[in-house]
């Protein structure tokens, strides 16, 4: 016998296709959907604090992302795009990293390995507390863990990929990559979203180990990863996944309607629909969605390499 719901479920859901454009009504379903914030913290050296975002009103496990924010950013100021994440099925640990001690004379080299190391040990703890019973890390499918990271949690979420097999598949949100990673690549699959760079050719870039001139970094680490996803953004604010980022300065708004910056409501969605796509096929083996043979979105290009099956 096939279920049938209830009136009341139809009567809403009329309303709702009324009320809302037939093309943003999923989107609306899913803004709806409501999450659960939770927090756990552990001791290695240093105590280290997470921010995690879980769905509700669905079973887990979950497959769960790892995240690691912008050099001296908190889990917090990324909240609405973590919890869109977790709105998408995904069980998020945001990692409050440790504050370095000298932060203005920290090298971003030194500092990606740092972190990506915590993400690493992170995901240690994390797959400890569920095997002793945590109630919330208990939602963790331990075969479906991703690392996504922002500027130089981009970079650490590269280098963690190359260390730790048991990141499935890796994102790096508009974070220039430093480390042994630039050299030998990563074998998970891995997405770069980048702004666009134009080179000098007065003065054509020069490869750094310290510091990355225009993406020589980057192509190095493609050259050397199997799979990998490369969305180049004309005019993307490379703090716009934050919170802080959706409540734009004037310049920010005057930059968007001129066409010369993209909207941070513009970016938050278009990765959100990135993280869905890459992750629900690397991690859940999900349908590859056409996304991820070309993008959509004005303003981007899509490069794509795979030397294993799609």
């Given at each position: 016998?096939?279920?049938?719901?209830?009136?009341?479920?139809?009567?809403?859901?009329?309303?709702?296709?009324?009320?809302?454009?037939?093309?943003?009504?999923?989107?609306?379903?899913?803004?709806?959907?409501?999450?659960?914030?939770?927090?756990?913290?552990?001791?290695?050296?240093?105590?280290?604090?997470?921010?995690?975002?879980?769905?509700?009103?669905?079973?887990?496990?979950?497959?769960?992302?790892?995240?690691?924010?912008?050099?001296?950013?908190?889990?917090?100021?990324?909240?609405?795009?973590?919890?869109?994440?977790?709105?998408?099925?995904?069980?998020?640990?945001?990692?409050?990293?440790?504050?370095?001690?000298?932060?203005?004379?920290?090298?971003?080299?030194?500092?990606?390995?740092?972190?990506?190391?915590?993400?690493?040990?992170?995901?240690?703890?994390?797959?400890?507390?569920?095997?002793?019973?945590?109630?919330?890390?208990?939602?963790?499918?331990?075969?479906?863990?991703?690392?996504?990271?922002?500027?130089?949690?981009?970079?650490?979420?590269?280098?963690?990929?190359?260390?730790?097999?048991?990141?499935?598949?890796?994102?790096?949100?508009?974070?220039?990559?430093?480390?042994?990673?630039?050299?030998?690549?990563?074998?998970?699959?891995?997405?770069?979203?980048?702004?666009?760079?134009?080179?000098?050719?007065?003065?054509?870039?020069?490869?750094?180990?310290?510091?990355?001139?225009?993406?020589?970094?980057?192509?190095?680490?493609?050259?050397?990863?199997?799979?990998?996803?490369?969305?180049?953004?004309?005019?993307?604010?490379?703090?716009?996944?934050?919170?802080?980022?959706?409540?734009?300065?004037?310049?920010?708004?005057?930059?968007?309607?001129?066409?010369?910056?993209?909207?941070?409501?513009?970016?938050?969605?278009?990765?959100?629909?990135y993280v869905e796509d890459f992750f629900g096929h690397y991690l859940s083996g999900d349908l590859k969605n056409a996304r991820l043979d070309r993008s959509p979105f004005a303003g981007t290009s899509l490069r794509i390499k795979r030397t294993t099956p799609p």
């Open positions: 016998m096939r279920a049938t719901r209830p009136a009341c479920f139809v009567e809403l859901a009329w309303i709702a296709a009324l009320l809302i454009p037939a093309v943003g009504l999923a989107q609306h379903l899913a803004d709806s959907v409501p999450v659960r914030r939770d927090s756990v913290a552990w001791t290695d050296s240093v105590q280290i604090r997470a921010q995690i975002w879980a769905p509700v009103l669905v079973p887990g496990p979950f497959p769960t992302l790892l995240f690691s924010p912008g050099f001296g950013q908190k889990p917090a100021q990324y909240s609405t795009l973590l919890a869109s994440w977790a709105r998408q099925g995904y069980l998020v640990i945001a990692i409050e990293h440790p504050a370095f001690a000298d932060p203005d004379n920290m090298e971003l080299y030194d500092a990606a390995k740092i972190i990506a190391r915590q993400l690493v040990r992170s995901l240690d703890h994390v797959l400890a507390a569920r095997r002793e019973g945590s109630a919330v890390l208990a939602l963790v499918d331990p075969g479906r863990i991703g690392v996504v990271g922002h500027s130089i949690g981009g970079a650490a979420a590269a280098q963690a990929c190359a260390w730790d097999s048991r990141f499935k598949a890796g994102m790096d949100l508009d974070g220039t990559i430093f480390g042994e990673v630039v050299h030998t690549g990563m074998p998970q699959p891995f997405f770069l979203i980048r702004q666009h760079f134009t080179a000098n050719p007065l003065d054509p870039p020069r490869f750094l180990e310290y510091h990355d001139q225009a993406s020589l970094h980057e192509d190095s680490v493609w050259a050397h990863s199997p799979t990998m996803y490369w969305l180049t953004v004309d005019g993307l604010d490379h703090m716009s996944f934050t919170d802080a980022a959706l409540v734009p300065t004037l310049s920010a708004k005057v930059g968007t309607a001129m066409g010369l910056l993209l909207g941070a409501k513009a970016t938050q969605e278009m990765t959100t629909r």
